[in-house]
């Protein structure tokens, strides 16, 4: 598979990433294996996971899987700023959170290094300074090789960038925001700011969860899917599945879909990559068949025709949730 460069760094990313938000929830860790032992087999390079994901146990099982790969053919990217404890210290981007949380992280995946360090969210509590620093020199230490945002907005990444300038640590290389045919909020700001400043991005939920399979229906959740085994209460999807205006949506993008010939899950991956900003899309799955047919958007033919059809159908208004 082709690899890209991350924003304006030597990293060598492949466009798909492989996350283990909820997957690794789902079917136990033999599952897990098998998912991430997939990916990697057909080519894809880029791990994506975080501290919280499961309360830490994300990582362990990653760390576990990881034992039989070989370590420098993966980038390894994890995330650091949720809470991992009531300690009011145990959140956040404040330089201690920060360190502790890197160590755990890599006794976790039983590595020395990540190759991307994220902050999970932007953290108003603190300094920015102090997080720019902080990042600065767990590079100096090897113990993250880059580091990137998640959420932020063009003005904190650009701020960001300013003072990593001014104190000579490394500029943030990427940054991991939703994006899929009913969530575009980064293409005004985040996404023009982002190619300005050299800044690769990596979209999460680029099926908006499941959803932008067709597989739910007003009233129909299927026993196998993420809503059925875990809930998904407050989550994006979770709320999608009850709108009226999401599914009409989802009508006009399988209309197109049908009528270019293109599987719904597989145009939808498609459109993210249709951005030339956009460096990897994170796929999520529960099944090897879901990473196999979301990875032929690599082969679709981005047409203006089509172009203009996804336009017409999805729009640009965001959909409208609780
Ligand atoms: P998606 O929107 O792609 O949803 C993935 C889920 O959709 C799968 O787990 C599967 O769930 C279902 N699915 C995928 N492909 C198919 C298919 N072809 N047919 C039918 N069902 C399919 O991505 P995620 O929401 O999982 O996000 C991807 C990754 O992004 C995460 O793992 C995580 O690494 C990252 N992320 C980052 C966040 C952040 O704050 N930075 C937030 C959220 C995610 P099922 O079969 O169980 O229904």
């Known amino acids: ?19 283990s938000w909820l997957t690794f929830g789902q079917g136990g860790p033999q599952n897990a294996g098998k998912m991430v032992d997939y990916a990697l087999e057909r080519g894809i390079n880029f791990l994506d996971t975080a ?6 146990a994300a990582e362990s099982m990653l760390g576990r899987i990881l034992t039989k790969h070989r370590r420098q053919h993966i980038v390894l990217a994890t995330k650091v700023y949720w809470n991992m404890s009531d300690n009011p210290n145990d959140w956040g981007l404040s330089r201690k959170h920060i360190f502790e949380s ?27 300074d102090e997080t720019v620093r902080a990042m600065g020199d767990l590079i100096r230490l090897g113990k993250v090789l880059y580091w990137g945002t998640s959420c932020w907005t063009g003005a904190q990444l650009r701020e960001a ?14 940054e991991q925001p939703p994006y899929n045919m ?34 739910y229906r007003p009233g129909v959740i299927p026993e196998d899917s993420r809503k059925a085994q875990l809930g998904m ?17 989802l009508g006009r993008i399988e209309a197109v879909a049908q009528q270019f010939g293109i599987e719904l899950p597989v145009l939808a991956v498609a459109w993210c990559l249709r951005r030339p900003e956009l460096t990897s899309v994170i796929l999520g799955a529960s099944k090897t068949s879901q990473i196999e047919q979301n ?28």
């Open 1 to 19: 598979m082709e690899t890209r460069f991350l924003g304006r760094s030597g990293l060598r990313v492949t466009p798909f990433a492989f996350g």
């Open 51 to 56: 501290d919280v994901y499961d309360n830490g």
């Open 102 to 128: 890197i160590d755990d992280s890599l006794q976790r995946m039983q590595t020395d290094y990540v190759d991307l360090y994220q902050c999970h969210r932007f953290d108003t509590t603190v300094p920015l």
């Open 161 to 174: 960038c300013e003072i990593a300038d001014r104190l000579h640590v490394p500029r943030p290389i990427s």
């Open 182 to 215: 009913l969530s575009r909020q980064i293409e005004d700001e985040v996404l023009p700011t982002c190619a300005e400043l050299g800044i690769g991005v990596i979209n999460w939920s680029p099926l908006a969860q499941g959803f932008l399979t067709g597989k």
């Open 233 to 249: 209460s407050g989550m994006f999807l979770d709320q999608v599945i009850s709108n009226e205006e999401a599914y009409e949506r």
């Open 295 to 322: 990875m032929k958007a690599l082969e679709v033919e981005w047409t203006p025709e089509l172009d203009a059809a996804c336009e017409a159908a999805c729009g640009g208004e965001p959909l409208q949730t609780a």
